[in-house]
């Protein structure tokens, strides 16, 4: 995060920084073992060898790079206070690009140091021109409350720099808009706010010469493209004053950098990846649990819901030894070795239980021990998640388990070993996790334990995937109709849309005046489209399939948080078993017209699978390839869903215990689709018996779904599937697998740009699964509607060796 940016953008090796912050140490207790000791010692207590591969990710000295010319010795003495000596090469780079104009995206490692890539000129230019200005936008408050601390720091004369956001006070507000010349702000609040009121922020605008886009890698999906509109509309306001400031935007790695912020901007942008920090040495261990021995599912002490939030609502049949098991193992044979540990969980109550179990081991071996170890919860205070962060650093606590890096103190890194438990969804948050190992320039030991997900069993056995070149890239789809019209029409109200907005707003935006028009929410005039209402329209940056739903306790009515609209019917449906923060509550009623879920806390001894009937159709294919008996389509399609029951299952066995009926209305979702066709003679020459057609597509289905993040920053509840031995609108075995928003978000369109490689993915991850029969590892899904039936893992290989075989590269 950014303020640690700092501590790591001078030429100098990782101790020296450590041992001139009050939060970390120079002498902590006894070093342990080494890393690769340490990871022989757990290997050898571990049946089998779960380590499929170690990578010594080896350590790096910075490149620093001399301070631009044009940065004035005022700016650079204010750093150098600050101990940055020198800017990294790729600061200097990125920083210049951005002053001569460039609109440039730095994209590289945690805590490289972006923050002064952008600080840099954009402060430079505050200080050459006593009148410009930059406006700084963070995806949380909390970011841009760290990043005003920073800039504040360097006292610079004549900034001024300001948050301004929801909690602003009124009184401040204006003081802000006229005085400021640094405003950090959210995308909502220039959503709701500032271009509103754009006629206040004139005088800022007008002289606005950078805007700033920090962990611009949040902008995904719907989201994503709403704040590509409303980096649209500020553009469009400040061209209307003259004005056309230069984009920085900040990325976490990942694939193809500039397309994605292109399309976040509308602007053309350069990409600087080379990362020229310095960082510490680590060896990298992927561990898969083993499988257990058949029929003892049951014998794992934790259940597979206690892993949380979506992930939880499975409790299929274990075949694997649970990755909460295996993480609480190693935490305590690592702390038993004296080696201090942080473990990322998933969930908070995965946290809790990987500490409770490491505790009760560590006490069983010596009595006493397991007060060495806590689990890191919400709801701490500030102070005391300071003080366990110290206890941890000082070696008073030898291990912590946590569920998230963003929750920790920015301080707390030099540990001598990381776990996590789950592939955390992204390489960056990966590698943000992982970059908490590591002191006083000593080797650190990360471990990555897999979970039961079919993502997890790729990467354990592609370790490039990990550690080669990133291909994930953060999508998003400006041209979605339901995000394009309301967006348009936030600016007409701003100012009258004319023909030279359409071109910026892109492709799709006249059929969406046109629309807004017919609909009478516009009316055109020789001088271009105005809103025809006295309110402005109400748009939710981050409202998801329609609007969310609140989740509710009846005997307090305490608001416990929102689920989006498009999974309620999955998830809140009476009865549902719903996990909130790692605490189990049951739903008393879900309540479609007020859009909030009853629920009372209760911890059931089973839990709860909605089932569902999906109805899809083609409304339009953009884009397809034809490869013989084997077709890939891009397109439009309509889906129809009705959650009709519910199962209630035992979370220690798996034991369906009944089958309830649900009386929920359909719902219809017109989005983007990417799918695949197959002839059946293929099938039947690779070997697919017809009876087994389907089976070996809904296979195929749920480990497509489950790898798409490897492509696309998404998770599997971001997309939904559906496969058929003959579909009506293909005419063919076909497997669809669609974005679940309305209109679209960038997921399948990114799926068939990658076709191949993803396809190639998913055959490996159920090929490389050790399973026999087909698991949760590999082509079992936790959302799956027909209850996992059919599924054949065997058949599903086959028919994806038949797409890649005939699908050019
Ligand atoms: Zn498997
Ligand atoms: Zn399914």
Redesign the pocket.
Known sequence: MTSNDFSSARPTPRHDLESSSAATVSAGPDPGPSPADLLRRLRARSAGDPVTHVERVPARAGVPAPWPSWAPVELRAAFTRRGVVAPWQHQAEAANLAYEGEHVVVATGTASGKSLAYQLPALATLLADPRATVLYLAPTKALAADQLRSVAALELEGVRPACYDGDTPRAEREWIRRHSRFVLTNPDMLHHGVLPGHAQWSGFLRRLAYVVIDECHTYRGVFGSHVAHVLRRLRRQCARFGATPVFVLASATSGDPATAAGRLTGLPVTAVTEDASPRGGVTFALWEPPLLPPDSSASSAVPAQATGGHDGATDLIQVRRSALRETADLLADTVAEGVRTLAFVRSRKGAEVVAASARRALDDAVPGLGDRVAAYRGGYLREERRELERALLHGDLLGLASTNALELGVDLVGLDAVLICGYPGTRASLWQQAGRAGRSGQEALAVLVARDDPLDTYLVHHPEAIFGAPVEATVLDPTNPYVLAPQLACAAVEAPLTPADLALFGDGAKEAVDELVAAGALRQRPTGWYWRHRERPEVDLRGQGGAPVCVVESSTGRLLGTVDGGSSHFLLHSGAVHLHQGVSYVVDELDLADGCALVHAEEPDWSTHARDVTDLSVVSVRSYVDAGPVGMFLGEVDVTSQVVSYQRRRIATGEVIDTRPLDLPTRELRTVAVWFTLSPQSLALAGVQSADVPGAL?AA??AAIGLLPLMATCDRWDIG?LSTAVHPDTEAPTVFVYDGHPGGAGFAERAYGTASAWLRATRDAIAECGCEAGCPSCVQ?PK???G?NPLSKPDAIRVLDVVLANLPA
Do not use: L
Request: charge should be negative; aromatic fraction near 0%; include cysteine.
């Open positions: 809904h289905e749920h599937g899904s799956c509607g027909n996992n």
